[in-house]
């Protein structure tokens, strides 16, 4: 039963996951292989792409596993392949995947606030990353609210740890300056920096996902309201690492409404808290019967997705 395989994490769940979503990719990437005339370029861009995606996968557990935002099983993996499965033909490019590894990396260094080593340390690579986030898509700045949240959360606040993050953060937007300065392109480097919103929800209502974004949020919501019975009444490390997962969701679904291009490829930054969410929703179900119910509704409805849509 695909509960009891889930039900620890092992190597051998990552490298299984990592072969379903292989044969997913293929198959979005068929007509490139098989229909079109044989390119080595093609061939070679999509392999390249496949070790990016590997590459956040890769990032992805080590992030669940080092800090324990799940118990010890593979289910927050296997949510994350099966929703980055639904999403794919919107995931596959190059600036996409690498702005998600940038994503993942700033988000590493605030989880990992949990421990009392190298405060400084991550707090900078943490405003860095962001940064870098932030020239690539300007309203990720309001991510910058997560890392005092996680600094307050782990009561690492005092003065050094308010000014670190905004010093790693204009570190490299000052250094993109300087480039732009210097080819007298100043004027381009501002225009760079749109902070412009546009509240609409409708792209993710009349899109060919919208049952999809309508089945998220209602198991995400679910989740979210049962864990937190629990979760918020015991004064422990998780319950600080679900108050930041909760606000990470909560900041990540304001920046998809208010992003004014909407194309899709931005879901890839909420499918990190949402796969957490639906994990630890899961691990609340105590009848395995209904527990495989709901995986086998997730795995069925993502290989749907990625075949019919």
């Given at each position: ?89 919107e ?24 421990s ?22 300007p309203?990720?700045?309001v ?23 905004i ?25 760079n ?38 979760a ?69 409805s ?8």
């Amino acid at each position: 039963m695909l509960a009891n395989f889930l039900n620890k994490s092992k190597p051998i769940n990552f490298i299984v996951l990592l072969i379903l979503f292989f044969i997913g990719y293929l198959f979005t990437v068929f007509s490139t292989f098989f229909v079109n005339t044989f390119n080595g370029d093609e061939f070679i861009k999509s392999a390249i792409l496949m070790l990016l995606f590997v590459l956040v996968f890769f990032v992805y557990n080590f992030i669940i596993s080092k800090n324990k935002l799940t118990h010890d099983n593979s289910y927050a993996y296997y949510f994350f392949t099966l929703l980055t499965m639904c999403f794919l033909q919107e995931l596959i490019a190059y600036k996409v995947l690498i702005l998600a590894i940038i994503y993942l990396l700033f988000i590493r260094k605030l989880y990992s606030l949990r421990s009392s080593k190298k405060v400084l340390e991550k707090l900078f690579d943490s405003g860095f990353w962001l940064g870098i986030l932030c020239i690539f898509e300007p309203l990720t700045i309001v991510l910058f609210l997560l890392i005092y949240i996680a600094s307050y959360l782990h009561k690492k606040i005092t003065i050094h740890t308010l000014l670190v993050p905004i010093i790693g953060f204009i570190t490299p937007i000052f250094l993109y300056f300087t480039y732009f300065f210097w080819f007298d392109k100043t004027e381009e480097f501002i225009q760079n920096f749109d902070f412009s919103i546009h509240f609409d929800a409708q792209f993710y209502t009349q899109s060919k996902f919208n049952w999809v974004f309508v089945c998220l949020l209602i198991f995400t919501i679910l989740s979210i309201f049962f864990k937190s019975i629990g979760a918020l009444s015991v004064n422990n490390t998780f319950r600080k690492n679900w108050i930041l997962i909760i606000t990470n969701f909560s900041l990540l679904l304001i920046l998809l409404l208010c992003i004014p291009e909407k194309n899709g490829d931005e879901i890839i930054y909420i499918l990190f808290p949402i796969s957490i969410i639906l994990a630890n929703g899961v691990e609340l179900i105590n009848k395995k019967i209904l527990k495989n119910i709901v995986l086998y509704f997730f795995l069925i409805s993502a290989i749907s997705v990625c075949v019919l849509l």
